[in-house]
């Protein structure tokens, strides 16, 4: 049978801090999806200047992200297809 941590205990305090990087991991994924108002936006910054690990979390995810758009194929649109299409939505 698996207790619950009590506050104050070792146990408890490194449940809290898993939390509080898990919550911080989601607050960098809205970030990068832009899904942050600027006053939110502003405030997750500052916490990662002033916090050592969320800096290395950000940067982790940030060089993750990088990665993948380095190595996404994404093949370039001819705009004689862009006008094609144009042509298709403008007829009757």
């Not at 104050?8 to 990068?32: A, C």
């Not at 979390?57 to 370039?76: C, G, M, T, V």
């Amino acid at each position: 049978m698996q207790q619950t941590p009590v506050p104050g205990s070792e146990t408890f305090g490194l449940m809290n801090h898993f939390d509080e990087l898990e919550d911080f991991r989601k607050q960098i994924g809205k970030y990068f999806d832009h899904a942050l108002d600027p006053k939110a936006q502003e405030s997750f910054l500052q916490q990662v200047q002033n916090n050592p690990r969320y800096l290395q979390a950000f940067q982790q995810e940030q060089s993750a992200r990088d990665n993948l758009k380095k190595h996404i194929y994404r093949p370039e649109t001819s705009s004689q297809l862009v006008q094609a299409i144009k042509n298709q939505i403008r007829k009757p």
